[in-house]
């Protein structure tokens, strides 16, 4: 199971720091790629940062420098850091566990989904 928590309402200009735990018998998010997308309504789920079981990091255009994808592979948590949050961030943010160590940006590719924390960001 995953688990997201620190979704909140932020002026634009703020930051949030997202975490996903994961958990279940025997689970480890070790080897896998760990991945954050976002969802609007009407409008077809996101990537927004991948981080492979290596550790190799990937960000969609629209927030690189600005978040920050990390694990913890001893606590089998992942963070997502987000700042000089735009209005445009706004969305429900996902976390998604890969079943292999490479990432890929489809989330077809992903077999485990937290149910979502909700970021929104005002002008």
């Known amino acids: 199971q995953l688990a997201e928590s620190g979704g909140d309402s932020v002026q634009a200009g703020g930051s949030l720091r997202l975490s996903c735990a994961a958990s279940?018998?025997?689970?480890?998010?070790?080897?896998?790629?760990m991945g954050w997308f976002r969802q609007v309504p009407a409008k077809e789920r996101e990537a927004v940062a991948r981080?492979?079981?290596?550790?190799?990091?990937t960000y969609a255009d629209s927030v690189k420098g600005r978040f920050t994808i990390s694990r913890d592979n001893v606590n089998d948590t992942l963070y997502l850091q987000m700042n000089n949050l735009k209005p445009e961030d706004t969305a429900m943010y996902y976390c998604?566990?890969?079943?292999?160590?490479?990432?890929?940006?489809?989330?077809?590719?992903?077999?485990?989904w937290g149910q979502g924390t909700q970021v929104t960001v005002s002008s």
């Open positions: 998604a566990a890969g079943t292999t160590s490479d990432c890929s940006p489809s989330p077809d590719e992903y077999n485990y």
């Open positions: 981080i492979a079981g290596f550790g190799g990091m």
């Open positions: 279940g018998n025997r689970y480890t998010m070790r080897p896998y790629c």
